[in-house]
């Protein structure tokens, strides 16, 4: 079965600094991979995907994401965080068996200090 | 930009009644999904839905639950009888047919409370 991990329930930057938010996964054969973002009382955003190719991955509103095969990680990145960035973050898998269900991380609140 | 949209935001109910949760889907996409999150756990996958009928289901998916697409436009998730443990926000979302990798849209939720 596949899985998810994101080992830290909360991350907190000072706004201008780098941030980086953990994912490891667990899945059959290739992974598809993406990060969701989610805002107070809306739904869950996609921000970008991994699916085959460079292993850094570029997003919305300056996120990125390196896929790392050997750890089996897709670590979200940006190099300059802004308060408005502070949300809860979700990653997500799906294999590539055909199945289109998400298996999703237990989220990681990002809290950037101005 | 086109977003997915669910009603109502917040719905309670008594246990043992029936609820039916709306959403619409982006109008071109053609697979849908819902999703839960119980507070405080994880978004959990519960069935996707492609040319009228399941192509998904987890083992939460019981028979107290269905899906419908009733018109071009909406598609619903019914639980016939509500428990407690039902309580949760429930995620609508869509795909288009491009690509088996695209990525899902999700709506913002309806908060479900089961008294």
């Known amino acids: 079965a596949q899985s998810v991990a994101q080992p830290e329930d909360q991350v907190n930057v000072a706004e201008g600094n780098p941030l980086t938010v953990k994912c490891t996964y667990s899945?059959?054969?290739?992974?598809?991979l993406f990060w969701y973002v989610q805002y107070p009382n809306r739904g869950l955003q996609f921000l970008l995907k991994y699916i085959t190719g460079d292993n850094l991955v570029k997003g919305s509103y300056g996120f990125e994401a390196e896929f790392n095969k050997s750890q089996t990680s897709f670590h979200l990145k940006k190099p300059s965080a802004l308060v408005s960035d502070s949300a809860l973050y979700f990653c997500?898998?799906?294999?590539?068996?055909?199945?289109?269900?998400?298996?999703f991380g237990s989220g990681t609140r990002l809290q950037v200090q101005p | 930009e086109p977003e997915v949209t669910q009603t109502p935001s917040h719905q309670v109910t008594q246990m043992g009644q029936e609820v039916i949760l709306r959403c619409v889907p982006i109008s071109n996409h053609l697979y849908f999904y819902w999703y839960r999150q119980i507070l405080g756990q994880k978004v959990e996958f519960l069935v996707s839905?492609?040319?009228?009928?399941?192509?998904?289901k987890s083992e939460i998916f019981d028979d107290q639950f269905s899906v419908e697409r009733p018109d071009g436009s909406n598609f619903t998730l019914k639980i016939r009888s509500t428990k407690l443990e039902d309580s949760a926000m429930y995620f609508c979302?869509?795909?288009?047919?491009?690509?088996?990798?695209?990525?899902?849209?999700f709506g913002p939720g309806t908060r479900l409370t089961v008294l």
């Open positions: 839905f492609y040319n009228n009928e399941i192509s998904e």
């Open positions: 997500a898998v799906r294999d590539t068996t055909g199945r289109r269900a998400l298996t």
């Open positions: 979302a869509s795909s288009d047919r491009t690509g088996r990798y695209n990525e899902q849209f």
């Open positions: 899945v059959s054969g290739n992974p598809y």
